[in-house]
């Protein structure tokens, strides 16, 4: 079984809303998933974009390929993330 990080659309009509997904890649883009590692939100300004980080890097270590738009989103969320100093 090959899994993959991809979005699932949600929300209403012209209000679109995703979740990020890990799921096999055989599976529909609205079906079954394995576990939701997250959420984007086109409809702010900027776009709202969250991951559980834990669980994100789990499936990332484990094998999951992201797909482009979630790698992109991914790289997003890095940027975005606050910088902690010591």
Known sequence: MAVVLRLARA??????????????SRSPRDGK???????YDP?????????????LNHWL???ALPS???ADL???AKKQAPATTV
């Open 74 to 76: 991914i790289k997003t």
């Open 11 to 24: 929300g209403a009509k012209k209000m679109p809303y995703y979740h990020v997904v890990a799921t096999d």
């Open 33 to 39: 998933f394995l576990e939701q590692v997250g959420s």
């Open 68 to 70: 482009e738009t979630v």
């Open 43 to 55: 409809n702010h300004s900027p776009p709202k974009v969250q991951f559980n980080e834990d669980r």
């Open 61 to 63: 270590k484990s094998g």
